[in-house]
């Protein structure tokens, strides 16, 4: 099948509307992408037709809704190439996910003196989970260091792995730069020296191929709202043998088998994660956003967007005054950039006003900031419905703000 | 139609003034105070711009105020603006500016404010209300100072 941006943009209603008088321009894809049309049909016919708690009534519409939530679970299963449907927990979100490992897995598990290792372009949510970690069980954080470029420098992430290390914790790609990190052969180091690995793959699964058998990591967190689904629904990926011997993270309904006042037991996997009512409708919805990214050809989209990253970056090599932050070879479609003598945050407001919308601040990534030497970035994420006019646009704009400050 | 008009009709425009932009490039009494009374840090958590504010006060007048840090050009003029609106006020009109000026930025940005002169430039913030924390971020961390209040000035 063919690309054609003009037929995926009908498919999204919000990229029709007017933001301050000019058609939107949505280049936070990194932050949150838009949703299409059948992923909100999802979740109206759900709710319309389905709506029922699930794995629990033995009536037709509780039966549906669980087939359906069930159907979504084996949807995610497929689309990162996991060995089972069961080792896919459905959450909130990669925050939640990290949260998940590093409580029921890393807090039952870690000793005095074990070492944990993230890299320095890690998102607050994939450092967070860690520090408190180490408070309570006395392990201590190491950071792998990254180039100019904004790539994890390997010799330096080899020389911090050692038999201490218990766990990794990278992304998979960077929210801040959009470099795409060498995530196999880091799991394979680690797995070298004993560390269970985890990789955020937030910024990944939109945007590059994910086949998690082939990366062999034994956990893989992904959040639905940065794959055209809604927010509030995500998912985290575990190797069915480590997740059978976790702990549970959260207790109540849902994740139990038999419950009595001396001792309850838990339900396998994946209930055993999924304590309480799921979020039914919207991992529903993150099931028909990958079958529609599946349709649409995975292959096509990330070679559309290198096109556009391609673009955007030629026009920004070119472009007096900018700085991009974060050149690394492998990266997605993110442009980081600071002007000259201008603070992001006056771009932001300028570019607004023109109807684009950008992030800018640090990204959640103080210690990645502090690392370039700059308070914060301007970020403009591209996404398959993006198009070069909206890049050109994008740096009239940007002209426009220089000129403001002559 | 004339350039004059043409420019004040743009709100962006009302939102950058030159003033603001002047200021904003060339902050005016940046760097710190040889004897320093009142102090405090100001810290806006959501984007990371962050200031410091020194102040001399004797005699319950301001004889000299500096501030220090990175922030937006907003931010920046209206710490630069507020170091030279203060000098030689005294402590209970300072305080009765900043209230003011928060209040400008806030409710009311059409009404009238004579007391803060040229600090009215500024009120076209009121129609950016993501900005609006960014040009009281410098307000903030004086009423800490003038409170002496240890803590950190925080705009959240
Ligand atoms: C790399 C990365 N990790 C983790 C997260 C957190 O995701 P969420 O807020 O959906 O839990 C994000 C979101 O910005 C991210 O970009």
Wanted: charged share 20%; aromatic share 6%.
């Amino acid at each position: 099948m063919s690309f054609n941006v003009d037929k995926i943009r009908a498919d999204f209603p919000i990229l029709q509307q007017q933001v301050n008088g000019k058609l939107l321009v949505y280049l936070d894809n990194a932050a949150t992408t838009q949703k299409p049309k059948v992923v909100l049909d999802a979740l109206i016919n759900y709710y319309q037709t389905t709506n029922s708690n699930v794995h629990r009534g033995v009536h037709t519409l509780s039966m549906q809704a669980t087939d359906a939530y069930e159907a979504a679970r084996t949807t995610c299963q497929k689309f990162i190439n996991a060995t089972e449907a069961r080792e896919i927990i459905f959450c909130r979100g990669t925050t939640e996910a990290i949260n998940l490992v590093a409580q029921a897995y890393g807090r039952n598990t870690l000793k005095t003196g074990d070492e944990i290792l993230i890299s320095q372009l890690e998102h607050h949510s994939n450092i967070v989970p860690w520090q408190l970690v180490c408070e309570q069980t006395g392990a201590i954080l190491k950071v792998a260091p990254i180039n100019e470029q904004g790539e994890i420098m390997m010799s330096e992430y080899q020389t911090l792995l050692s038999s201490k290390t218990k766990i990794v914790a990278i992304n998979h790609v960077s929210n801040s730069l959009g470099t795409i990190n060498p995530v196999k052969e880091m799991t394979m180091m680690a797995h070298a020296v004993g560390a269970k690995v985890l990789i955020d793959g937030a910024q990944a699964l939109a945007h590059v191929n994910v086949d998690v058998q082939d990366i062999n990591c034994d956990f893989y967190a992904a959040s639905g709202h940065k794959v055209y689904a809604p927010m509030g629904i995500g998912f985290l990926y575990g190797k069915a043998a480590i997740l059978e011997a976790m702990q549970p993270y959260q207790a109540g309904g849902e994740m139990i088998q038999t419950v009595s006042f001396l001792k309850s037991t838990y339900a396998p996997i994946p209930q055993k994660f999924e304590a309480g009512t799921p979020n039914v409708g919207d991992a529903i919805a993150l099931g028909a956003a990958l079958t529609y990214l599946t349709k649409i050809g995975r292959e096509n989209i990330h070679h559309y967007e290198h096109e556009l990253l391609d673009y955007a970056t030629q026009q920004a090599d070119n472009f007096p005054g900018l700085r991009i932050i974060g050149t690394a070879k492998d990266k997605i479609s993110i442009l980081a950039f600071v002007l000259d003598g201008i603070h992001p945050h006056d771009v932001g407001t300028i570019l607004d006003h023109e109807g684009i919308a950008v992030r800018t601040g640090h990204h959640c990534t103080m210690p990645l900031m502090e690392f370039f030497k700059v308070p914060a970035t301007v970020r403009a994420s591209m996404a398959f419905y993006n198009t070069k006019q909206e890049i050109d646009e994008l740096f009239c704009a940007l002209r426009k703000v220089q000129e403001m400050f002559e | 139609m004339s350039q004059l008009g043409e420019q004040l009709r743009d709100p962006l425009r009302e939102l950058y003034q030159e003033v603001i932009i002047d200021h904003a490039r060339n902050p005016r009494n940046f760097g710190t105070v040889s004897n320093v009374t009142h102090h405090a840090e100001g810290f806006n958590p959501l984007c990371g711009d962050q200031l410091s504010l020194e102040v001399e006060i004797e005699n319950n007048k301001i004889k000299d105020a500096k501030f220090k840090g990175t922030g937006c050009a907003i931010s920046t003029a209206s710490a630069s603006l507020m170091t030279q609106f203060l000098k030689d006020k005294n402590v209970g009109e300072a305080e009765q500016i900043v209230k003011e000026f928060i209040d400008m930025l806030t409710q009311s940005p059409k009404i009238e404010h004579p007391n803060l002169g040229k600090l009215t430039v500024l009120a076209g913030v009121h129609d950016y209300p993501a900005r609006v924390k960014c040009a009281t971020l410098a307000w903030h961390t004086l009423d800490a100072a003038l409170k002496r209040e240890a803590k950190i000035a925080s705009t959240e």
